[in-house]
């Protein structure tokens, strides 16, 4: 199992930046691909950016050249920088974590953490 918190959402200006944190319950080496997902009002999740345990990165079109995932594995945690905000990039981010365990793939989210770019 694994437990994951997100912090580091609120509000900033079109144009600004943010840093999205997660933090895992257990070494992240050991988690398959861990990502970042965001919801906004009346649409579907939808992938922004992940991370391997190998380090390879997958970015959305909407976000490639603004956005960037990267880990601590030290701290145990995966980060967000976000730049070049857009209003479009409002939503509710989500950490999530896949792990194979017992011959089956899993799936673990956190509790997902606000972004709103707003003038």
């Known amino acids: 199992q694994v437990q994951l918190v997100e912090s580091g959402g609120g509000l900033v200006q079109p144009g600004g930046h943010l840093r999205l944190s997660c933090g895992a319950s257990?070494?992240?080496?050991?988690?398959?691909?861990m990502g970042w997902y965001r919801q906004a009002p009346g649409k579907q999740r939808e992938l922004v950016a992940t991370i391997t345990s190998d380090g390879i990165t997958n970015y959305a079109d909407s976000v490639k050249g603004r956005f960037t995932i990267s880990r601590d594995t030290a701290k145990n945690t995966v980060y967000l920088q976000m730049n070049s905000l857009k209003v479009e990039d409002t939503a509710v981010y989500y950490c999530?974590?896949?792990?194979?365990?017992?011959?089956?793939?899993?799936?673990?989210w956190g509790q997902g953490t606000q972004v709103t770019t707003s003038s």
């Open positions: 999530n974590a896949d792990i194979t365990a017992g011959g089956k793939g899993l799936r673990y």
């Open positions: 257990r070494h992240i080496s050991s988690i398959n691909v």
